[in-house]
């Protein structure tokens, strides 16, 4: 059971566009929200993450947008570059623990 | 490098069979997690673990079992082996106490590629 479940499965982005990324969950005991990046033959790390008491996120050309009305977030990448093809996972973990449950992952593909 | 090592980095092995993947933590850090990755499911949670003790458990089969020893190293035992137990299993560590919050970083090894013929 998919505990965190995101979409779209792949996105193709031309060069400079905007790639957005949308997760939702249901537990309202998840309080911590990141975005992992991974590289093909290299474990996901970390790109950017936020807590549910602030709406947005900032990080050079990354962004991640929280709803919590909603229990959905998202990640915005402005400015697309090939550099950022990579699979992306959203993930959540609950309050005092540490066990990160991740999305399916989307597969971006930033065409040059 | 994340600092998480991960040992063998591709095992091919028969059904029926039974493997040890080996971790070792980042230095300093006290809890390990264990993810399976297939290419259907993305990243699925298996079993945490909290200066070896069992910490947290998620869709880990009864054929699979996991230990944290006192120099905090991690092994995830997996027996019986069938085909669809082909996938990627990493290793990952983070400074995290349990019942201090949440939030530390989680910091994934490389992976061990399993592939069950």
């Known amino acids: 059971q998919q505990q965190v479940k995101q979409s779209p499965q792949s996105l193709i982005v031309q060069k400079g566009g905007i790639s957005i990324i949308n997760c939702a969950y249901e537990?309202?005991?998840?309080?911590?929200f990141p975005w992992y990046q991974q590289f093909p033959g290299k474990g996901p790390a970390l790109l950017i993450a936020?807590?549910?008491?602030?709406s947005e996120k900032k990080e050079g050309r990354f962004t991640i947008s929280f709803n919590k009305s909603a229990k959905q977030f998202s990640l915005h990448i402005m400015d697309s570059q090939p550099g950022d093809s990579a699979t992306y996972f959203c993930?959540?973990?609950?309050?005092?623990?540490?066990?990160?449950?991740f999305g399916a992952g989307t597969r971006l593909t930033v065409k040059p | 490098d994340s600092g998480v090592t991960q040992t063998p980095k591709h095992l091919i092995t028969a059904t029926g069979q039974r493997v040890t993947l080996r971790c070792s933590p980042r230095s300093g850090d006290l809890s390990v997690y264990w993810y399976q990755q297939s290419l259907d499911q993305g990243l699925q949670f298996l079993i945490q673990y909290y200066n070896g003790e069992e910490r947290a458990k998620g869709n880990i089969l009864e054929r699979f079992s996991a230990q944290q020893f006192p120099d905090l190293h991690s092994e995830l035992n997996l027996s019986s082996l069938e085909l669809g137990d082909s996938a990627l299993y990493f290793c990952?560590?983070?400074?995290?106490?349990?019942?201090?919050?949440?939030?530390?970083?989680?910091?994934f090894g490389e992976g061990s590629w399993l592939t069950v013929v």
């Open positions: 993930a959540a973990s609950k309050r005092n623990n540490n066990d990160m449950r």
């Open positions: 990952a560590s983070s400074a995290h106490r349990p019942g201090v919050g949440s939030g530390n970083t989680i910091y």
């Open positions: 537990n309202t005991a998840f309080d911590y």
């Open positions: 936020i807590r549910p008491d602030v």
